[in-house]
């Protein structure tokens, strides 16, 4: 075929198949690399009642609005794939709105991309994934979950795992408006509304804007509200006939959550309790008593004259707030530069308001004196001295209890550029360069609470409260950039019914750190507003190095400073198609995988003096395969794939035996594999049957150090502790302890998970079930039991009572959902197809069960503080919903 009559047709058949098939990547450039491959080798995305497989060399599954649309309205993305093989994730609530933990293949959020058009989603500073602050599912039109690596040209530092890509749906080509209302139990309520504009142009511009509103009273604890707007508008121009185009697209989300349900693990062998809002009692041991109730309170009057004591009102988890304001601005772009040469451009702005709740601090109306410097105020490391009356009652006697939240403000540039060359039809390449800067300005500024222990304002950073000096009083203070320059390269080529994909992305990392605070051994700061506080500070608590170690004293505190972090590396990755007949596939990929330190732990890193190896922790990375089948056809499609990572460096916190702290540091090796697979098959237009399922294995490879062992821990059989005889004929122990994690498996995510969803119509009835079952999950990656010792002393009495409060694994559980719609539109003709009523009923059987925890090394504990904390399963929750569309 002569090239540019190909070129001629396959452009033609580019911008239909742009047109008419979802997206199956994140950003512009790897939608366009993607769909050029469809074209080429005429093996269409399928699917099959909202399920896809495509016919890529990653693991990849695709959920479209066909089953976004049957899920509960508002809810969050993050659940709605844990209808994905691999994918655990445990809801806060049954709306969508309060958050919730993730795993994918063993990966916490922190190491899995998320995308929403193209732009990254984590978090700049810990790479955190907020599930409650996502797209309304209204307006997306994909999400496609890649399992296990991630495409050449993401934007991302966090992805040493899998990634998730969500794209918004374009506007539609006729007028149309719609308005959904929603409620439900918890005093749930919902309006979503949007309107298309149709084609404004001979041309084909259109747009749409959309808008939504949710709130319900919080599911336990019975205090507080939980608020939700979101608004969306974009704006769309096809640019001729070949798939070129620009796009431009706003998004607002403003959160006004309160906490509740975070609680330790307790089990029912812990003996008799009452129920409520304390550290040893919140964690429910039956559905009957997971409805607790926290108590109301109201903060005493001061008394003028009096050293009055703070308040307790307030300091409960369930009073603390949790806001976010999230915004951001995304062009799109696709252009045509010659015969299959294209370039896409997607830049983007990106702004972030939030803190991480109002938990209550104690501040003082005093001065404090530091090395003999009188009259200071700031905080030390241990309390907060204002200088001035907080309370109103006309002296500087008093302790008042305080609001400071985390405070984080963030504005976010990225830019996405992609070069296609096609040098034959069937040999592809693309270039692409990648930007992402973040400024991340983290504070933690003070407010006051109301009378009746309630938060006074969302944000005290707007209004805070200052010194006698009249200086904004500061938790934490501290300013970072984190930029990313990336350029990567990926080549496609057709060898028959082979296909094969190399790549390589280099990212180069720069962590512009400035810290505005002193910094201790354990992460915690000491804050001044003034240089005379600095400098007596200082003074007192001098930085010291010990020579033979090079590792600062334990009294030491490192002054403010500057640290600039640079990280960079090659990540190859190379994958096949084999195409065995039209139907059957095999695939098979590789891919590196990288993860730099998150801003929070290299804080915790100025600590050691520069050219400590602690001083810079090494990036994670992994290694990532990935061989498997599909089958793919108008009725069936089935997938099933075997997956190995090697994981080194993992980051995590553990002990400091020289510094006898509690440190971030690289952890080594750990391997792991598994299985996913799925099928989705629809024997008869109004019936289909899914089912998917997935296990993981994990292997951390080394013991981790855990300190020095001591009598107690050696009676107590911890660590690998033994007793010995020591030179005086009495019992003791010595060596290193350590934390028995070789051999072990990863904590937080579930060993298997496997479920299904069934859907079927009769006239305008339509009826959905989807059933998870959700493996059990270690507490910590020792696989042991959660202890508590109490009471004993190792020489005179033993080693006390030791008390089991949790078993090594959080217990298997089965979630039932349950939705139902009537199509108005197939009742009279007067309605049309966007008039329907629908039921969902989350929860069904209303299941008791350990939600989302974050996995830990410790097992053992002296006290209910360092245990892992959990979310309470959401409870049976129905929901009734309009739409009523014109």
């Not at 495509?54 to 066909?66: H, N, R």
């Not at 006239?763 to 998870?772: D, M």
Request: aromatic residues 10%; charged residues 15%.
């Amino acid at each position: 075929m002569h090239r540019s009559h190909f070129t001629a047709g396959s452009m033609l058949a580019l911008g239909m198949a742009l047109a008419s098939t979802p997206a199956l990547a994140q950003s512009t450039g790897s939608v366009d690399f993607e769909q050029q491959a469809i074209v080429v080798s005429g093996r269409a995305a399928k699917s099959v009642n909202g399920v896809q497989l495509p016919d890529t060399p990653k693991a990849k599954q695709v959920l479209d609005q066909t089953i976004i649309s049957h899920q509960a309205p508002g809810q969050s993305i993050n659940d709605i794939i844990n209808l994905v093989p691999g994918v655990s994730f445990q809801n806060n609530d049954p709306f969508g709105s309060s958050g919730g933990v993730l795993y994918i293949r063993g990966f916490d959020n922190t190491r899995i991309s998320q995308t929403f058009d193209g732009i990254p989603l984590n978090d700049t500073g810990g790479y955190a994934i907020y599930s409650n602050q996502q797209l309304d599912p209204e307006v997306i039109d994909q999400v496609n979950v890649n399992l296990g690596t991630t495409d050449v040209d993401s934007p991302t530092a966090a992805a040493s795992g899998s990634t998730v890509n969500y794209r918004s749906r374009n506007p539609t080509e006729d007028f149309h408006a719609r308005m959904i209302g929603s409620a439900g139990e918890y005093g749930y309520m919902r309006i979503f509304g949007e309107v298309d504009t149709g084609n404004l142009t001979s041309g084909g511009l259109r747009a749409y804007a959309t808008a939504s509103n949710s709130r319900n009273n919080t599911i336990y604890g019975g205090i507080g509200k939980i608020e939700k707007q979101q608004y969306n508008a974009k704006l769309y121009q096809p640019l001729g006939s070949n798939g070129d185009f620009i796009s431009i697209a706003g998004h607002y989300n403003r959160n006004r959550n309160n906490a509740f349900g975070s609680v330790p693990m307790w089990i029912e062998n812990t003996g008799t309790r009452v129920v409520g809002t304390g550290a040893g009692n919140r964690y429910p041991v039956s559905g009957d008593d997971r409805f607790y109730q926290t108590a109301r309170c109201t903060i005493a009057a001061p008394v003028a004259g009096a050293a009055d004591a703070a308040s307790a009102c307030g300091s409960d988890y369930d009073y603390r707030v949790n806001p976010s304001d999230t915004a951001n601005i995304r062009i799109s772009s696709r252009f045509t530069l010659a015969d299959g040469l294209v370039l896409t451009v997607d830049p983007s702005i990106q702004w972030t308001s939030a803190n991480g709740g109002t938990l209550g601090y104690v501040a003082s109306e005093k001065t404090t004196t530091i090395n003999g410097v009188t009259g200071l105020t700031g905080y030390d490391g241990t309390s907060y001295y204002f200088g001035k009356d907080l309370n109103g009652d006309g002296d500087k006697l008093d302790s008042v209890r305080l609001i400071a939240p985390s405070q984080t403000k963030t504005i976010r540039l990225g830019l996405i550029a992609s070069l296609r060359y096609d040098i034959t039809p069937d040999q592809t390449i693309r270039l692409a360069y990648s930007y992402d800067r973040g400024r991340h300005r983290q504070t933690a500024e003070f407010g006051t609470y109301n009378g009746n222990g309630t938060a006074g304002t969302y944000f005290p950073v707007n209004d805070p409260i200052t010194d006698v000096n009249g200086k904004a009083m500061e938790r934490r203070n501290r300013l970072s950039y984190a930029i990313l320059h990336q350029v990567s390269g990926e080549y496609r080529g057709r060898f028959g019914a082979l296909t094969v994909n190399a790549g390589v992305r280099v990212p180069f990392f720069k962590r512009n750190l400035n810290q505005y605070c002193f910094t201790n051994k354990t992460g915690g700061y000491a804050c001044f507003g003034s240089d005379a506080g600095n400098a007596a500070f200082a003074a007192a608590n001098p930085y010291v190095t010990v020579p033979a170690t090079g590792l600062p004293t334990a009294a030491s505190w490192a002054a403010p400073q500057q640290r600039i972090f640079t990280y960079s590396k090659a990540l190859p990755s190379v994958g096949a198609t084999f195409a065995v007949n039209s139907n059957v596939g095999i695939f098979a990929n590789y891919s590196k995988g990288l993860q730099v330190p998150g801003t929070d732990n290299l804080y915790n890193s100025f600590y050691f003096p520069m050219g400590n190896g602690a001083a810079k922790p090494n990036p994670e990375s992994t290694d990532n395969f990935d061989l498997g089948v599909r089958y793919r056809s108008g009725k069936l499609m089935a997938q099933v794939s075997t997956w190995y990572t090697i994981y080194q460096n993992r980051l995590a916190s553990t002990f400091d035996r020289d510094l006898n702290t509690t440190i971030y540091r690289n952890l080594g090796r750990v391997d792991k594999y598994g299985v996913d697979g799925s099928i989705s098959y629809s024997p008869v237009r109004d019936l289909a049957i899914y089912l998917y399922g997935s296990y993981l294995h994990s292997k951390i490879r080394d013991n981790v150090e855990a300190g020095d062992c001591s009598l107690l821990t050696a009676q107590l059989g911890m660590y690998g502790c033994v007793v010995t005889t020591g030179d005086n004929g009495k019992p003791t122990s010595t060596g290193t302890a350590y934390y028995q994690t070789a051999g072990k498996r990863e904590s937080g995510a579930p060993v298997y998970t496997f479920g299904g969803r069934i859907d079927g119509t009769i006239g305008p009835v339509s009826l959905g079930v989807q059933a998870k079952r959700t493996g059990p999950r270690y507490v910590n990656d020792q696989n042991l039991p959660f202890y508590v010792n109490t009471g004993g002393d190792a020489v005179k009495t033993g080693p006390g009572v030791r008390q089991e409060i949790f078993p090594a694994k959080a217990k298997a559980y089965t979630q039932v959902d349950l939705d139902a719609k009537l199509s108005l539109d197939k009742v009279s003709p007067i309605f049309n197809n966007r008039t329907f009523l629908q039921l969902n009923v989350i929860n069904v059987f209303d299941a008791t069960y350990v939600g989302g925890f974050s996995g830990t090394l410790n097992s053992q504990s002296t006290s209910l503080s360092p245990i892992t904390y959990a979310q309470i399963s959401p409870p049976r929750t129905i929901m009734g919903s309009i739409s009523f569309g014109f």
